[in-house]
């Protein structure tokens, strides 16, 4: 087998193309858009090129079939915060062949010991967590819109390999009609009576407040998160406005306390219900059948996007009153049946702890994994939030 170095157009369609092949038969899978993963890779595109680099591999059999993939990156803004330093590895697609995926993890090894690490991730993303981030291990349904997907398989080609799993993340679902149990549903009416709370949703008209009570709130809310960078008025924008086309005011939804931004819940419409039938293509045909579908409602279910509370008013019953607040509006409006809660890391109990008590149902498991290149050096896990 012979890796190659992904540099030419007619490679790049190879990449792109290699998993169509190895899910055809699988009806979960979904095609992402390719223009999704090749923004991964602009340097024009993606802002994390800024503090890093990646490099992408194709593998061919004997008869110049691409029967694997995989990109190794490093982001110098996080890989010396850890014990070992630490790259990453993602993108990862193989045939059923252990040896053939074995030769795609030492060229992510490799390429990574050359420039000092000792450490990788994977898979995940060169980028934020919220996309391409961690091994689907339990619960093979149709991915959540720029969620990885995967055979099977995989988990034992990492864990053969070394890979040990660094944490977990869950996903939850809930129906839009589902009631709060009835001590949440108490809590949470006691904030929602407090006249120094209130709830809102977004008005397109004031997007840039929503931007700035957003880039507020999470500050506030993931400072204690491991290797937390805080997050800029440019990456809050961008984030923001790259969801601009499939924003729904009345999904999303902020809570202040005495003016003061206290708590989100951000939810978007699960639009990969739609991007199933584009075979990875955004091109304007399919633009407007996106229109089409929009119109017609298509997608049944909502994503929680991002979900977070200062930590001066958590444990309070905020978090049930955002969710009530919620409700109360999306259950007059039967647009939707569904909401999927994207990722959870196992790393924070409480959330993990408030979604079991609200009665969410946990429906899949993905696992991000780290390879220590020195067997003998001592392996953590991720440290849990307080």
Request: aromatic share 16%.
């Amino acid at each position: 087998m012979t890796p190659e170095p992904v540099i030419s157009f007619a490679q790049i369609k190879e990449f792109l193309a290699l998993p169509v092949y190895l899910y055809k038969n699988d009806p979960n899978w979904i095609h992402p858009l390719d223009k999704d993963i090749e923004d991964v890779f602009d340097k024009n595109k993606n802002k994390f090129f800024r503090h890093g680099e990646i490099c992408r591999w194709i593998l061919r059999n004997e008869h110049g079939k691409a029967t694997g993939r995989v990109a190794a990156f490093i982001n110098n803004k996080t890989a010396n915060t850890f014990d070992q330093p630490t790259g990453g590895m993602g993108f990862f697609e193989c045939i059923n062949d252990k040896n053939a995926a074995f030769i795609l993890f030492d060229l992510c090894k490799n390429w990574l010991t050359e420039r000092g690490m000792k450490a990788m991730d994977g898979p995940i993303n060169f980028g934020e967590r919220d996309r391409w981030w961690g091994l689907l291990t339990e619960g093979y349904a149709p991915p959540t819109y720029r969620m990885n997907y995967n055979p099977a398989y995989y988990k034992e080609f990492f864990e053969a390999y070394g890979f040990k799993p660094y944490f977990e993340q869950y996903i939850y679902e809930m129906k839009v009609a589902q009631k709060l149990p009835e001590k949440y549903a108490e809590k949470a009416q006691r904030i929602a009576n407090d006249p120094g709370y209130t709830f809102s949703h977004l008005k397109l008209k004031e997007l840039n407040k929503a931007i700035d009570d957003f880039r507020i709130i999470y500050n506030k809310a993931w400072v204690r998160h491991d290797n937390f960078k805080a997050m800029s008025e440019t990456q809050a924008r961008s984030i923001i406005y790259s969801f601009k086309p499939i924003i729904e005011e009345d999904l999303l939804w902020f809570s202040y306390y005495k003016g003061d931004p206290v708590g989100f819940f951000l939810m978007l419409p699960e639009i990969n219900q739609i991007f199933r039938y584009f075979s990875g293509k955004l091109n304007t045909w399919n633009k407007l059948r996106f229109l089409w579908h929009r119109w017609r409602k298509t997608c049944n279910k909502i994503f929680g996007a991002a979900f977070g509370i200062v930590p001066e008013h958590q444990h309070k019953g905020l978090e049930g009153a955002i969710i009530m607040a919620a409700a109360n509006v999306l259950q007059h409006t039967n647009r939707y049946d569904k909401i999927e809660i994207t990722w959870i890391g196992d790393f924070n109990p409480k959330m993990l702890h408030l979604l079991d008590s609200l009665g969410a149902t946990r429906i899949k498991t993905m696992i991000t994994y780290r390879k220590l290149f020195d067997e003998a050096a001592v392996f953590k896990r991720a440290p849990v939030i307080g």
